[in-house]
């Protein structure tokens, strides 16, 4: 059974730090592109931040240099390091896996597509206050 579980959400102020963590299991872990996406109240979710089975990381504008991707292999473990929160920051944050291709080679063009993320976990509650 595929499963992704995130958690580590919660209630900050602004400029307060979270970690959030995603425990995959039930699919080999090493052949997957993950990434980090969030959807706020009434919009549409979106790419925080991707890695890479390399560990290439790409960055969403709007987090660059306050949010650190991280990954632990061994523990098929995806961390999101969320630091100088903002109330724009408020959403629910879900990690989410799509399939890499050949030696492990994860697709540029489809690393913000939400489409192309096969297993999503059931996000957790992001919520900063000003």
């Known amino acids: 059974q595929v499963q992704l579980v995130e958690s580590g959400g919660g209630s900050v102020q602004s400029g307060g730090s979270l970690r959030l963590s995603c425990a995959a299991s039930g699919f080999n872990y090493s052949s997957y592109c993950m990434g980090w996406f969030r959807q706020g109240p009434g919009k549409e979710r979106e790419g925080v931040v991707y890695?890479?089975?390399?560990?290439?990381?790409d960055y969403a504008d709007s987090v660059k240099g306050r949010f650190t991707i991280s990954q632990d292999k061994a523990k098929n473990t995806l961390y999101l390091q969320m630091d100088a929160l903002k109330p724009e920051d408020t959403a629910m944050y879900y990690c989410?896996?799509?399939?890499?291709?050949?030696?492990?080679?994860?697709?540029?063009?489809?690393?913000?597509?939400?489409?192309?993320?096969?297993?999503w976990g059931q996000g957790t509650q992001v919520t900063v206050s000003s």
């Open positions: 890695i890479d089975g390399d560990g290439t990381t």
């Open positions: 989410g896996a799509r399939s890499a291709g050949y030696a492990g080679y994860c697709s540029l063009a489809s690393r913000a597509r939400v489409d192309k993320y096969k297993y």
